[in-house]
């Protein structure tokens, strides 16, 4: 597949800290706010994207086979890189170990049934800007990395929609890569710091 290639480009502002927390919990405070505010372009939606997927808290909803992961990150006011936005809505989708998404479609939840929707999901951050989510490790389809599909949303911020990029360190976009942590059970994505910006 190669979703992305198929739709331009959508440049957005921010953005994910440059450099990585090392383990999950470490937000900007640990980081200058310069370092936190360095710019990162967003990434395309892709034609998956499905609006109002419910809220879950486990995206591999029917149990598919594969590696378990458990996502987790934080969401920050890119104006006051100290303050977390709580209530942010995150809005995930991913393929499963085999590359396919659940459905290959785009639309709204209420155009499909049920039953077709998996490894999508809605994320609501905690009063904190945390937020957390078990799924499955993607599969990578060429050329591309795993990767997995945000949409960031809340009230008074510009929307952000950008994709993270999982073990794998492509040299032209080292600041939306990052490790997951195998030594974890399960095995933990610790997403960058997600900086969105107001209105
Ligand atoms: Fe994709």
């Given at each position: 597949?190669?979703?992305?290639?198929?739709n331009?480009?959508?440049?957005r502002f921010?953005?994910?800290?440059?450099?990585?927390?090392?383990a999950?919990?470490?937000?900007?405070g640990?980081?200058?706010?310069?370092?936190a505010m360095?710019p990162?372009?967003?990434?395309?939606?892709g034609?998956?994207?499905?609006s109002?997927?419910p809220?879950?808290t486990n995206?591999?909803?029917?149990?598919k086979?594969?590696?378990?992961?458990?996502?987790?990150?934080?969401?920050?006011n890119?104006?006051s890189?100290?303050?977390?936005?709580?209530g942010?809505?995150?809005?995930l989708?991913?393929?499963d170990?085999s590359g396919r998404?659940y459905p290959?479609?785009?639309g709204?939840y209420?155009?499909?049934?049920?039953?077709e929707m998996?490894?999508?999901?809605?994320i609501?951050?905690?009063?904190?800007?945390y937020?957390?989510?078990?799924?499955l490790?993607?599969r990578?389809?060429?050329?591309?990395p795993?990767?997995?599909h945000?949409?960031?949303?809340?009230d008074g911020f510009?929307t952000?929609i950008t994709?993270h990029?999982?073990?794998?360190?492509?040299?032209d976009?080292?600041?939306r890569?990052a490790?997951?942590l195998?030594d974890q059970?399960p095995a933990?994505f610790p997403?960058?710091?997600i900086y969105?910006?107001?209105v």
């Amino acid at each position: 597949m190669t979703d992305e290639s198929r739709n331009p480009a959508r440049r957005r502002f921010l953005t994910f800290a440059a450099s990585l927390p090392a383990a999950f919990g470490l937000g900007a405070g640990s980081a200058s706010a310069e370092q936190a505010m360095i710019p990162t372009a967003g990434d395309m939606e892709g034609p998956f994207y499905i609006s109002n997927v419910p809220v879950v808290t486990n995206m591999n909803r029917f149990g598919k086979k594969g590696e378990v992961m458990r996502i987790a990150g934080r969401v920050m006011n890119a104006a006051s890189p100290e303050t977390p936005v709580a209530g942010a809505k995150l809005e995930l989708w991913q393929t499963d170990g085999s590359g396919r998404y659940y459905p290959e479609a785009k639309g709204d939840y209420s155009d499909f049934r049920d039953a077709e929707m998996d490894l999508r999901g809605t994320i609501i951050a905690d009063a904190n800007g945390y937020f957390e989510v078990l799924s499955l490790f993607p599969r990578e389809y060429w050329p591309r990395p795993p990767h997995i599909h945000y949409r960031i949303s809340a009230d008074g911020f510009r929307t952000l929609i950008t994709q993270h990029y999982l073990d794998t360190r492509p040299r032209d976009r080292p600041h939306r890569t990052a490790n997951v942590l195998r030594d974890q059970t399960p095995a933990l994505f610790p997403a960058p710091t997600i900086y969105i910006e107001p209105v």
